[in-house]
Antibody, heavy 123, light 108 residues
C-alpha cells in the first residue's frame, strides 16, 4: 500500500521560506508517476501547487511559479516543496500526493494523498 | 488562467439524486476527475477519466460528460454522502492542473 507523509514546520514567519518534505513508502519514486503538492486554505478549496517526475521534470501552478521549487530525492524516496516569500495568504493545509497520468493527461489524477499538514504563516 | 466552475452548494433529501456540475472550456479535450472530501480528511477519488469508478467506490456514484460540462451523479443519496465535492482537470496545454471551487452537498 502506497503511503505518503508530510513533514516540516507548522509555523513560518512572513517573508520566510516554507519547506516541507513528503516521505513515500510502499512504492519507489523512481518507478514512475508524477508526485505533487496541493494546498487548502482553512475553509476554502483545493489548489494545485505543482508536480515533479522522478527525472526532475516539473510543472508548476502559474500563479505560484515564481515562488515555488519542488525537488525529488530518489535515494531517500522523498520529494520536497519550497515556497518563498510567504504571507498570511499561504496559510493552508498542505497535502503531498501521487499523480497517475492518463492518455492525453500528463499529470492526471491523484490516486494517493498524504494526510495533510497545517502550515500557519504568522509572526 | 484556466478555471473550472462548480456551484458552491446544493442540498438533497436522502434517497434522491444529486447532480453536481463542473464547467470548463478544456473539458472536451481533457479528462475530468471527481473527489469527495469530508471534514478533517484528505480527499478521495470517486470518479476518474470522466466516467470511471475506482474500486471500492459505491455504484451510486457515476460520472458523465457533455461538451464543456462534466457531471457527478449520486443516485439514491445517503447521509454519509454529505461532503465537499471537487472536480479536477487540466488546461489544453496539459501543463496546468486545476481544481473546481468545490460543491458542498448537504443531505437534508
Amino acid at each position: 500500500q502506497v503511503q505518503l507523509q508530510e513533514s516540516g514546520p507548522g509555523l513560518v514567519k512572513p517573508s520566510e521560506t516554507l519547506s516541507l518534505t513528503c516521505g513515500v513508502s510502499g512504492y519507489s519514486i523512481s518507478g514512475g508517476y508524477y508526485w505533487g503538492w496541493i494546498r487548502q486554505p482553512p475553509g476554502k478549496g483545493l489548489e494545485w501547487i505543482g508536480s515533479i517526475f522522478h527525472s526532475g521534470t516539473t510543472y508548476y501552478n502559474p500563479s505560484l511559479k515564481s515562488r515555488v521549487t519542488i525537488s525529488v530525492d530518489t535515494s531517500k524516496n522523498q520529494f520536497s516543496l519550497k515556497l518563498s516569500s510567504v504571507t498570511v495568504a499561504d496559510t493552508a493545509v498542505y497535502y503531498c500526493a501521487r499523480n497517475q497520468g492518463d492518455i492525453g493527461s500528463t499529470i492526471g489524477r491523484v490516486d494517493y494523498w498524504g494526510q495533510g499538514t497545517l502550515v500557519t504563516v504568522s509572526s | 488562467s484556466y478555471e473550472l466552475t462548480q456551484p458552491p452548494s446544493m442540498s438533497v433529501s436522502p434517497g434522491q439524486t444529486a447532480r453536481v456540475t463542473c464547467s470548463g472550456d478544456a473539458l472536451p479535450k481533457q479528462y475530468a476527475y471527481w473527489y469527495q472530501q469530508k471534514p478533517g480528511q484528505a480527499p478521495i477519488l470517486v470518479i476518474y477519466q470522466d466516467t470511471e469508478r475506482p474500486s471500492g467506490i459505491p455504484e451510486r456514484f457515476s460520472g458523465s460528460s457533455s461538451g464543456t460540462t462534466v457531471t457527478l451523479t449520486i443516485t439514491g443519496v445517503q447521509a454519509e454522502d454529505e461532503a465537499d465535492y471537487y472536480c479536477q482537470s487540466a488546461d489544453t496545454s496539459d501543463t496546468y492542473v486545476v481544481f473546481g471551487g468545490g460543491t458542498r452537498l448537504t443531505v437534508l
